[in-house]
Structures are given as C-alpha cells and as structure tokens.
C-alpha cells in the first residue's frame, strides 16, 4: 500500500532554532498539506497546496513558519526561529483529488516536534 | 466558519460493551463527513467516510456511523468492542464541492478498551 513519507520522524530544537520537515507524497496526488497537531487536539491545517500552488495558507503563521513545493511533489515545511509553543505533531498527507472535488487523504506518520 | 465538536474526551469501555462517540459539526452548506482513528504509535487512518446518499455508513473494523442532516450529527457507533480498538478517534469535515478540500477536524476522543 502507498504510504505518504515523513521526516525526520522525531526533532528535539533548542529555541531559535531553524527546523525543516520534509514530505513527499503518494506518486500522482495532485494536492499535499501540512497539518499541525498540538497534544489533546485535532489537527488543524497549516497550507495545502495543489501542484506547486499554494490554495490555503491562511492558517500558517508566516512570520516564522515557511512551506513550499517546488516540483509539485515533495514539499517542506520550515520554522524560523523555533518557539516552545511549536511543540507538536506535524502531520503531512495527499489526496488525489484537486480543489473542489473529494477524495480520500492519506496520512504520513508525522514529525513530532519537541521546543526546548 | 466550520467546527467540529466531540463532547465525549475520554471513553473507558469494557470490552464487548457497545460503543457510541458523538460528533455534531457546524456548517450551514453540504458536508463530507470523516471519521479517522489514530491507533498508539501510528498515523491517522480512515474509519468511514460520508459523502451522499444512504445516511447510515459502514466502515472498517465494523464501526459504522449514521449521518442526521437534522441534529447536525455524525455518530461513531461499534456494537461489540475489543482491546485492539482502544485509540484515538477524530471525527472531521468539509465542505462539499469547496474551493479547497481542508479538513476541519474535532479534538478526538480518547477511547480505552479493558480487556
């Protein structure tokens, strides 16, 4: 079964710290997220992109966080500088689908990110 | 904006016992509806999905969960639950035919199962 990549799988950074989590999703799905899941809650979106396009970022904070997709495949997600309330887990999926239509998502294991 | 509310934040159940896990979203257009499970150590997986037609929705594992158009509500449901069940279940939705198709998740319920 097609499995969405992540990693690294763990990060420990010291605050101010640049940090990167890299996705590469199943071959063919058109659009890729980045989700972010702080202990005790859902994930919520950080950016979605379809291709190389960026559709939805308007929950990522931009001063310091930073994602792309350059080739429309794999992506990167960057924090710069690392804060204690980054701590969480960042969960990358791909869907099939493009932008108004749906299908089913699929879910890497995540980068838990630990702020020290 | 669209929310999604699981009022249940941990279930301890026996095992055999029937299990019910409320979810209600708030959205006043067409939804897609999810329900996705996070077992120990693992990724999210997808239990069942809503989209259309027959309300009530079979999954995996015998989870199956009935969409109520009127209560707004998305309920997991289990007859007969096992030790192995025992997980995280997140229940999720998105607009039908949006622009975008981000998930809006609830904040999970945390189920343990005792053998």
């Known amino acids: 079964e097609a499995e969405v990549a992540q990693s690294p799988r763990y990060k420990i950074t010291e605050k101010s710290q640049a940090v990167a989590f890299w996705c590469d999703p199943i071959?063919?799905?058109?659009?890729l997220y980045w989700y972010r899941q702080i202990l005790g809650q859902g994930p919520e979106l950080l950016v979605q992109?379809?291709?190389?396009?960026?559709?939805?970022d308007s929950q990522l904070p931009k001063d310091r966080f930073s994602a792309e997709r350059l080739k429309g495949v794999d992506s990167t997600l960057k924090i710069q500088p690392a804060e204690l309330g980054d701590s969480a887990m960042y969960l990358c999926?791909?869907?099939?689908?493009?932008?108004?239509?749906?299908?089913?998502?699929?879910f890497g294991s995540g980068t838990r990110l630990t702020v020290v | 904006a669209q929310s999604v509310s699981q009022h249940n934040h941990h279930v301890i159940l026996s095992e055999a016992a029937s299990l019910e896990l409320g979810c209600n979203y708030s959205?006043?257009?067409?939804?897609?509806l999810f329900w996705y499970v996070q077992y120990p150590g693992q990724h999210l997986q997808l239990l069942l999905k809503?989209?259309?037609?027959?309300?009530l929705v079979k999954g995996i594992k015998g989870f199956e969960a009935e969409f109520i158009k009127s209560k707004f509500s998305f309920n997991l449901r289990k007859p007969s639950v096992q030790w192995s069940d025992t997980a995280e279940y997140f229940c999720?939705?998105?607009?039908?035919?949006?622009?975008?198709?981000?998930?809006?998740f609830g904040t999970g319920t945390l189920l343990a199962v005792q053998p």
């Open positions: 809503y989209f259309s037609g027959d309300p």
């Open positions: 999926a791909s869907s099939l689908g493009r932008g108004g239509t749906t299908y089913g998502y699929t």
């Open positions: 071959s063919g799905h058109a659009t």
């Open positions: 959205y006043g257009g067409t939804v897609n």
């Open positions: 999720a939705v998105n607009a039908a035919g949006g622009a975008t198709n981000k998930l809006i």
């Open positions: 992109f379809q291709d190389e396009s960026v559709v939805d």
